[in-house]
């Protein structure tokens, strides 16, 4: 028997939460299943995405930097989504890559980077 990985739960770190929820459901669709000052969980579909508060100090950095990649089957409505979210442009679609996929990324408010890839 083998272990399935079912999903991916990634927590960001966040200079402010109440203001990353607002980006994340306005520019990703996500929607917000609990929140506190300094902690959020967030969900669309299968995915959850947790935000946490740092204060960005030498004893509590913020680090920011983190890449996540949301594996997904059929990238072109999302992307389509997103455009009109106008969470990315027209040109950020990079089809047939050299490592076999479709995908985009873009940066949230704390310089994490979300990718939405498509395995061909």
Do not use: C
Not at 35 to 44: C, E, G, I, P, V
Not at 57 to 82: A, C, N, Q, Y
């Amino acid at each position: 028997m083998r272990t399935r990985l079912l999903e991916v739960a990634p927590v960001l770190p966040s200079q402010n939460i109440e203001r990353d929820i607002a980006w994340f459901e306005k520019h990703i669709g996500f929607k917000t299943l609990y929140s506190d000052k300094m902690y959020a969980l967030l969900q669309r579909e299968n995915i959850n995405m947790h935000l946490q508060w740092h204060a960005d100090t030498k004893d509590d950095p913020l680090l920011g930097g983190s890449v996540i990649r949301i594996m997904v089957d059929d990238i072109k409505p999302i992307f389509e989504e997103f455009v009109e979210r106008k969470t990315v442009t027209p040109e950020k679609l990079n089809l047939k890559t050299a490592w076999n996929t479709n995908e985009f990324g873009f940066y949230d408010l704390n310089n994490n980077v979300v990718f939405f890839v498509e395995r061909l």
